[in-house]
């Protein structure tokens, strides 16, 4: 049998499994009840109740894929804006491969 929480229990359990870039407030929750992107939830009267396994569904899928660490190189469109900016070409990129 499942055991629902309260939205005060959702949060504090949001903070405590995942931490505080997933972790919302109680408003924040109640907040997401009308509006929409949040936790599913059911109604037990007048109050929401959370279930841990939709709460664990829904951080996970906040999260991105994994990244690597350190910088990527950047996109061809932000050196085409920098260039236009400047006036003139600093560099081509994606670099020309070399000619046979």
């Known amino acids: 049998m499942t055991?629902?929480?309260?939205?005060?229990?959702?949060?504090?359990?949001?903070?405590?499994?995942?931490?505080?870039?997933?972790?919302?407030s109680?408003?924040?929750l109640?907040?997401?009840?009308?509006?929409?992107?949040?936790?599913?939830?059911?109604k037990a009267g007048r109050f929401a109740a959370y279930d841990p396994v939709d709460l664990d569904d829904w951080a996970?899928?906040?999260l991105s894929s994994p990244k690597s660490e350190g910088r990527s190189l950047?996109?061809?469109?932000?050196l085409w804006r920098a260039t236009k900016r400047l006036g003139r070409l600093i560099c081509e990129w994606p670099l020309p491969s070399p000619r046979s």
């Open 3 to 24: 055991k629902y929480l309260s939205r005060d229990q959702a949060a504090e359990y949001l903070l405590e499994r995942f931490g505080a870039p997933i972790a919302v």
């Open 26 to 28: 109680r408003k924040t």
């Open 30 to 42: 109640a907040k997401m009840a009308v509006v929409g992107g949040g936790p599913k939830f059911r």
């Open 60 to 62: 996970l899928n906040r």
């Open 74 to 78: 950047p996109s061809s469109r932000f």
